[in-house]
């Protein structure tokens, strides 16, 4: 039980976590990774125009995954949604119109001319390359795909260029074929996307058929995604905008403020009302409850659980919910101080009658929060995902906290002498005397 | 304390409180759908100097959008601030060439422009939902509704099935189930007539939620009947319920009071997105928390006794037309 208690205390603060491979921790408060609608973002749905294949949409996540990353955002999320779903989050990113301009781009693939000016002509060496545009796109090749070398059987990519295009192509070939002669400087000839070169390789033979292939020392899975990738750039998908979340940064800062300062407030009032009803034993409830939130915040942290602000808010009707279970003990120890059981005894009757209402009535919850979890999960609609995971894991760990942490201190303390005065541990004290055990 | 003697009023009370809430409800709008069911957008907005909002919305009729709903921050004074939050229908996509750049201004990008004339604003917030998405969120809102009422049933034939007679305790904690779930949404389509309250995705979580609360506080109560029920085998079905609610209204309402005092506390300071869970939040505990008492367990009582026949005549407003 310390341990746990003491883990949490220590994840939390711990601002960086890395221990052993594990990751965590953030610049935000306590290390937590914060969503979108609270450190401001950009949330966006884009769904394709006619139902694409899984290498095409594999194609798609590839491109957009590139133009994103050259906008700099710390974490960008991009992941696919159903059969022709992109969702993509950008935390952190204030100009919504150069992302939508980025993703909004037509993927170009194009054929381009690397010369080589200078020793080594290596990949390793780019300064040694300048790159000329061709002319050749992506819309003059009629397919490619993976495969593999007849003779030693190694995987490559087959490519052909529509009829129009082979004599261009030939002649491209013919040129570059010419420099590559033992002690030259051999020019390459590459596939570039969106200004990124995708593969380049020296030219073996002239290509005078229209169709030619790409040795290397590819591995299959290497040559099935760079297929992907040149597909993706002939035959570009179409995609439409419909969904799309912004938040600025100070309107995401004002909502962490407020759900920060409502989570103070209503632990603080909680708190009050609890030590004030229950007296000693409402404050070992008021200490199990800060218990409860670091408990809570840890698990958010090491899952990690990005905190939205609909998760905060069933973070803090946890928390409402956690001290139902303490309350449900308390009203069930206090009949049997009534009644005239002594101290220790109450605690223990108390925590073993009131187990089964807590584990039933907190079923429900949980039931409820795995329907919307899937709700949440088969729409776009993180927050109501947020809210559910967040429910969840306050539920759990309110049920750990109530069985497990009051009751060792509540037993600590009906041992000592405090034990002796049960008007400590209810509103009325109980009827008649002033010790347990004579009213019976 | 004999709550079982006030059972009459309390049926009287909540089938008012039911039949108010179908006659609203039949009313349309039923509910008023925010942009998660509807579709459309809603923007905030922070413009530089401070603007009437009849202006406001005076310019987006004017561009194709006099649906919009506008409302505008107030300050501590009353006044109005320089915030606004505008909601409008379906937009147009702003149609983009081949390096991404904006050929043909969306509904969005018009909107902005325009009330960017007025006077230069930023925007802090910007909310769009498609048809598409919009209707795939009312279809999924109303599975998980049937769902949990399924799985709620089940779990509760099964939580009770050790007890004399499972069926007439699940039963009655779905009367209390039903009868919450309707008065919030009663509720709801008051405010929404009134205030263009919307209901939202987070509004359906709400609802889910206070399903769960209920059905948790009626079988903390119906758990204490089970118990009494062995102990004290000599007693009547009336003075075992009437004991254990004794026994556990304190905990009932201590449980409230605490999730109201958490749920106010939001209430007070959270962003305008949540208000509408908050809201039946807030509405589900109070009335969960009563029907737990007065309407789950005292429908077990009137069944158990076998009042069940007679119940209809005891409520006035069905009553005359069963005697006549």
Redesign the interface.
């Known amino acids: 039980m310390l341990i746990v208690v003491g883990g949490s205390f220590a994840t939390l603060s711990i601002k960086n976590i890395d221990f052993a491979g594990l990751q965590r921790g953030s610049s935000d408060p306590l290390g937590l990774s914060l969503g979108l609608?609270l450190v401001g973002g950009i949330h966006l749905?884009y769904?394709t125009e006619f139902e694409p294949t899984k290498d095409e949409m594999a194609g798609l996540v590839e491109n957009i995954t590139r133009r994103v990353n050259k906008l700099g955002v710390s974490e960008p999320s991009i992941q696919q949604l159903g059969k022709d779903r992109l969702v993509i989050q950008l935390p952190g990113l204030e100009d919504?119109e150069q992302a939508?301009?980025?993703?909004?781009?037509?993927a170009?693939l194009e054929i381009v001319e690397r010369s080589c000016t200078a020793n080594p002509c290596s990949d390793l060496f780019p300064e040694n390359f300048t790159d000329q545009l061709t002319g050749l796109t992506g819309a003059d090749m009629s397919s490619a795909f993976a495969g593999t070398n007849t003779v030693t059987g190694q995987p490559i990519l087959l490519f052909a260029l529509n009829r129009g295009a082979a004599q261009q192509f030939a002649q491209l070939t013919a040129d570059l074929h010419e420099t590559n002669v033992p002690g030259g400087t051999p020019d390459q000839l590459a596939f570039q996307m969106d200004g990124e070169t995708l593969v380049s390789a020296v030219v073996s033979s002239p290509i005078t058929s229209g169709s030619g292939q790409i040795n290397g020392n590819f591995s299959a899975e290497e040559v099935r995604q760079l297929a992907i990738q040149v597909e993706s750039g002939r035959l570009p998908i179409p995609i439409?905008?419909?969904?799309?979340?912004?938040?600025?940064a100070?309107?995401g800062a004002?909502?962490l403020d407020?759900?920060l300062?409502?989570?103070i407030?209503?632990?603080a009032?909680?708190l009050l009302?609890?030590i004030g009803?229950y007296r000693l034993a409402g404050l070992i409830a008021a200490i199990t409850l800060v218990l409860y939130t670091a408990m809570v915040l840890a698990i958010f942290k090491l899952f990690p659980i990005t905190l939205t602000?609909?998760g905060l808010?069933a973070f803090?009707?946890s928390?409402?919910?956690a001290?139902?279970a303490n309350?449900?003990i308390f009203?069930r120890m206090k009949?049997e101080v009534r009644i005239g059981r002594t101290l220790p005894f109450a605690v223990q009757i108390g925590f073993n009658?009131a187990w089964?209402?807590i584990r039933?009535?907190?079923?429900?919850?949980l039931?409820?929060?795995a329907?919307?979890f899937?709700?949440?999960s088969?729409?776009?609609?993180s927050?109501?995902t947020g809210?559910?995971v967040s429910?969840t894991i306050g539920v759990l760990v309110s049920m750990f906290t109530a069985i497990v942490i009051s009751r060792k201190m509540m037993a600590l303390v009906a041992g000592t002498r405090l034990g002796k005065w049960p008007r400590l541990f209810s509103p009325e004290g109980y009827k008649g005397g002033t010790t347990a055990g004579q009213d019976a | 304390m004999n709550i079982v003697g006030i059972r009459k009023w309390t049926f009287c009370l909540s089938a008012l409180l039911f039949i108010a809430s179908i006659v609203t409800l039949a009313i349309p709008p039923a509910l008023t759908p925010g942009i998660?069911f509807s579709g459309g957008a809603a923007f905030?907005l922070s413009f530089e100097d401070v603007l009437n909002p009849a202006l406001v919305e005076e310019t987006l009729g004017e561009i194709g959008h006099p649906e919009s709903i506008v409302q505008p921050s107030v300050e501590a004074d009353g006044s109005f601030g320089k915030r606004y939050f505008i909601r409008v229908g379906e937009l147009d996509?702003a149609l983009?060439d081949?390096?991404?750049?904006?050929t043909t201004d969306g509904g969005r990008e018009k909107i902005e422009k325009s009330l960017n004339a007025l006077s230069p604003l930023?925007?802090?917030?910007?909310?769009?939902?498609?048809g598409?998405?919009a209707g795939?969120?009312v279809r999924?809102?109303a599975?998980?509704v049937v769902?949990?009422a399924l799985?709620?049933l089940v779990?509760i034939t099964w939580?009770f099935r050790h007890v004399p007679s499972p069926l007439r305790y699940g039963t009655s904690a779905i009367v209390a189930l039903i009868h919450d779930t309707v008065i919030v949404l009663g509720l709801f389509s008051i405010l929404g007539k009134l205030f263009d309250f919307e209901v939202n995705?987070?509004f359906?979580?709400g609802v889910?939620?206070v399903?769960?609360?209920s059905?948790?506080?009626t079988?903390?109560v119906f758990?204490?009947v089970r118990?009494n029920i062995g102990k004290f085998p000599t007693l009547s079905i009336t003075e075992i319920v009437n004991l254990s609610v004794r026994?556990?209204v304190?905990?009932s309402l201590?449980?409230s009071?605490?999730?109201l005092?958490?749920?106010?506390?939001?209430m007070?300071?959270?962003?305008s997105?949540?208000q509408p869970?908050?809201f039946v939040?807030a509405a589900g505990v109070i009335v969960g928390t009563y029907s737990s008492i007065f309407i789950a367990t005292l429908m077990l009582v009137v069944w158990e006794n076998g009042e069940i026949r007679n119940v209809a005549s005891r409520i006035p407003i069905i009553g005359p037309k069963r005697a006549a």
Do not use: C, H, P
């Open positions: 609608d749905v769904q919504e939508k301009k980025l993703i909004g781009q037509t170009l439409t905008e419909i969904s799309a979340n912004f938040v600025a100070s309107l004002d909502s407020q759900a300062e409502a989570g407030i209503g632990l009032l909680v009302f609890m009803y602000l609909s808010a803090i009707l928390l409402g919910m001290v139902d309350i449900l009203e009949e009658r089964t209402s039933d009535g907190n079923v429900s919850t039931i409820i929060a329907i919307l899937f709700f949440g088969t729409g776009a609609n927050s109501v809210f559910a429910l | 998660d905030t996509q983009r081949q390096n991404g750049v904006i930023t925007v802090i917030g910007f909310d769009n939902v498609s598409i998405i795939e969120n999924n809102a599975i998980a769902v949990a799985a709620i779990y939580a995705a987070m359906i979580t889910l939620t399903i769960g609360y059905v948790n506080d079988i903390v758990d204490r118990e026994e556990t304190a905990r201590n449980t009071i605490t999730l005092i958490v749920v106010g506390a939001l007070l300071f959270a962003a997105s949540i869970l908050l939040l």
